[in-house]
């Protein structure tokens, strides 16, 4: 199981340009931010407690002011029940893999010298791989 936590979103990188020193998410200053982000990282540790291996991971965005939990399979009453305890909002999403089968993919694939970095998507949807430059373009194709 995974929590990611992040300051940036696409729709914060997509508005107009921010002043220099700004907070980002609309938070008063950068204290209610973090303080915002250890409540986001708090209702995360609450959510993995309750869940299963079905978990892939749980974002922690403060800028989206929301936990986004992706999923594999049906989520258990125990996650939903814990997820509606919290004091702060939480979306689910369908997660293609659970995120013990990416774990697992990734390390085999990190044990290949040519891969660089391999570790699962946060949305549970496969792997992000990163090949070394210098390996051919036909090395690359025997990675699939």
Request: proline share 6%; aromatic share 6%; charged share 15%.
């Amino acid at each position: 199981m995974a929590l990611m936590t992040g300051f940036g979103s696409a729709a914060a990188s997509s508005a107009s340009p921010s002043k220099a020193g700004a907070v980002p998410g609309g938070f008063a200053d950068r204290g209610d931010l973090y303080a915002y982000q250890t409540r986001l990282n708090a209702g995360a540790e609450k959510i993995l407690a309750a869940g299963s291996s079905g978990n892939a991971s749980v974002v922690a965005s403060p800028t989206a002011h929301e936990l986004h939990v992706y999923w594999n399979g049906d989520i258990p009453a125990a996650v939903r029940t814990a997820a509606a305890r919290l004091d702060v909002p939480v979306v689910f999403s369908p997660a293609k893999f659970p995120h013990s089968t990416l774990v697992t993919q990734a390390r085999a694939m990190a044990a290949d010298p040519r891969v660089v970095k391999a570790a699962p998507k946060a949305d549970g949807s496969g792997l992000a791989v990163t090949v070394d430059e210098s390996t051919g373009a036909t090395d690359r194709a025997a990675l699939t």
